[in-house]
């Protein structure tokens, strides 16, 4: 068994950032997945099913809520586990995007891996709750 080499404290801050989506991003994100659901690119489609617009794929918001993580971490660790419950949309505004905040705090260290939480808010919301990665380090 290791220890954990990062010298954090639960509580510990390592990263706010904010992250701005466009209309653009979500249209690369549809490619790169496959997942061409016209609720993430067409108001009008957003609007039938009675969306108050145009939303970020849940997935790519998981993914780019983990990066400042991963950024911070380098090859320092690894992810060894990950996982969020989905709690409100981001709508994606057609002019002015949508800008989602993330904090990333210590939330348990333990011998070899610590856990982080990860905030993310949009419009001061909370768009993910327990979001909480753990990184091992062996």
Known sequence: MSSVPLGLSVGDSIDTTTVHLDRVSLVRYAGASGDFNPIHFRD???????????????????????????????????????????????????????????????????DDAIRFDLTVTFNGDTVLGKAQAQVVFD
Request: hydrophobic content about 50%; cysteine-free.
């Open 44 to 110: 009008d489609v957003a609007a039938s099913v009675g969306l108050p617009g145009v939303l970020a794929h849940g997935m790519l918001t998981m993914g780019f809520a983990v990066q400042p993580l991963m950024n911070y971490l380098g090859a320092r660790g690894r992810l060894a586990d990950y996982g969020v419950r989905f709690t409100r949309p981001i709508v994606v505004d057609p002019d002015s995007g949508a800008d989602v905040t993330i904090e990333t705090r210590v939330g348990a260290v333990m």
